[in-house]
């Protein structure tokens, strides 16, 4: 099980701290309540972004000049790193080549949804459950509950149930959604959507033919997928360690393999959030970035993969793609890609 790159750096920014000689007990624990480390809102700001030396400048009683190199030097120790900036705002970005996202193609390949899940934070939480399924919000909670217990048995996190209050029945009836719809489509629907579509439900939205609708986009993607011979089974039987990833060198081809990478932080803030929305909604951005590719490059009617010199490491990039849909909706416990053949 490899260790994901996000939890590399959140390990080297906690051994920076550790180095840090801070004048007060408790304010160690503190900074690290309070310093965060992600992907920033804007992809141009970096691939992750920390206020560490926003948080270390407010103490006074801390030398931040010496700190905050202490921090982008180790920072910059990083696998993989192209460049690390403190920025005039305080935030600390940092980028990563485009060989570095390639390069995690074959491990996920290899390691499918266990995939950078090593040492990732175990924290324990709570999942509302209702106490009947009656309507379509009570069913999203029972999908949603099922679908975390999941995600956090694969992360070896701890989901605690919590039942909610007993209520009546309201909105749209769940017996003509899933009439209207198919159980397994509802379900999707329910889970791929903010809590918002359930108040106002609408069974052609949910079953909507569309790329913006997850319900269809990721079990298209799969089954386009298939239909390449691009599968996690065609992959995995003709890629190896040897094979030059640095021939995929398309902006699409870079972006998907570097979402891709993304993988263990949808299941964790999928856990956080204590919502398998946020799982639901990676799979559609993986899935959209597929399209993107196929609109450059015409997929089936083309040579795309069919060239000798990148067809092994197109085929494992479409492959991993595979891995990590399936691994997603199997977490959700949606797949419904049969339906679209």
Known sequence: MSISYITQARTALLSALDAVELPEPGVKAALQRDITLRPPREVSYGDISTNACIILKSNKNIDFEKTSKVIVSALEGL??????????????????????????????????PDFGLAEMAKEKCESPVPAEVLDLASYRE???????????????????????????????PLASA??????????????????????????????????????????YARLMLHRLGATAEEAKAGISDGVDMSV???????????????????LERAVRKRDA??????????????FRLN???HLISSTYLTAEAERSARVGLLGALDVILIGGVTLLGVDTVKEYG
């Open 79 to 112: 696998d993989g790193i192209a460049a690390v900036r403190l920025e005039d705002n305080g935030y600390i970005n940092l980028f990563y080549s485009h060989k570095y996202w390639l390069n995690n193609i074959i491990p996920v390949l290899k390691e499918g």
């Open 142 to 172: 029972q999908a949603n509950a099922e679908a975390l217990e999941r995600i956090a048995a694969l992360m070896g996190a701890k989901i605690e149930r919590v039942t909610l209050p007993q209520r009546a029945a309201a909105g749209y």
């Open 178 to 219: 899933i009439a209207k719809c198919s159980e397994g489509k509802t379900r999707f629907a329910v889970l791929a959507n903010p809590h918002g579509f359930i108040d106002a439900f609408s069974p052609i939205l949910a079953i909507d033919r569309h790329y913006d609708n997850p319900v269809f986009a990721i079990p």
């Open 248 to 266: 995929l060198k398309l902006p699409e081809e870079v972006a998907l393999a570097r979402r891709i990478s993304d993988w263990p932080l949808a």
């Open 277 to 290: 929305f946020y799982l639901a909604s990676f799979l559609q951005e993986l899935s959209l970035l597929f």
């Open 295 to 297: 609109k450059r490059v």
